[in-house]
């Protein structure tokens, strides 16, 4: 069975007091009202990292990410952080190449091969962001300009690194616009990432990843899409930061 999966991605928002309150509310609902086997991920600025890991570190529910870190181990980068520096304070995920990061500061496949491998050489583990803007869905070209992103950045991975990746696909043109994919839409693309992790790995490595859909998931459609065969959870952005909302998704599977 894959693992499912739903991560809440907090992007730049919330001061520490807000994080902690957010996150105790989280932990309680969690801890009160879930009783599947889902994994919830809070991914919190960097500068919560700390205390928000001290306020779940007694749930076995729920673990803790960051949002992006540098592809080098140390050195001269002001204003970076390291793999390393993560997993000191507890992080257990980080997510890389979510559309905002390569859209605004320009990371590319390239740059993010090296962020996974320095991400599982410290013993984290990736949750790894791919998608398309509405020009290339448009245009008819997605399952292309998606699989060139999975094989440029995670095909140099070796078996067992592989099972350790989650993929999140994020429609593009549906963050922070409204829109959503169709249960149809993300079905037929979670199918695709699926057949392309088989067609290289192999079947039985391909079912043990977890895909899930990063666009625009809220209460009143996480269900639905939950229930696709192949969507394995969500990536959630403005629900995570309210706690009815995100734990409602988290009890939609």
Known sequence: MRQKIVAGNWKMNNTLDEGLKL???????????????????????FVHLTQ???????????????????ENDKGAYTGEISAEMLASV?????????????????????Q?????????????????????????????????????????SLFHLGEEDLKKVVIAYE???????????????????????RELLAERYGADVAEEISILYGGSCKPSNAPELFACKDVDGGLIGGASLKSRDFLDIIKSF
């Open 112 to 152: 993010l091969a090296k962020k996974i491998d320095i991400v599982l050489a410290n013993n984290l583990k990736p949750i790894f962001c791919c998608g398309e803007s509405l020009e290339v869905r448009e245009n008819g070209l997605f399952k292309e300009f998606v699989s060139n992103q999975i094989s440029d």
């Open 171 to 193: 429609p593009i043109w549906a963050i922070g616009t409204g829109k959503t994919a169709s249960t149809e839409q993300a079905q037929e693309i979670h199918a695709v990432i």
């Open 52 to 70: 928000v890991k001290g306020l779940v570190k007694d749930s076995e529910k729920i673990s803790v990410s960051a949002q992006n870190c540098n």
């Open 23 to 45: 996150t105790s509310e989280i932990v309680n609902m969690v801890n009160d009202e879930v009783n599947t086997d889902v994994k919830v991920i809070l991914a919190p600025p």
């Open 90 to 110: 507890g992080a257990e995920y980080v997510i890389l190449g979510h559309s905002e990061r390569r859209e605004y500061f320009g990371e590319t496949n390239e």
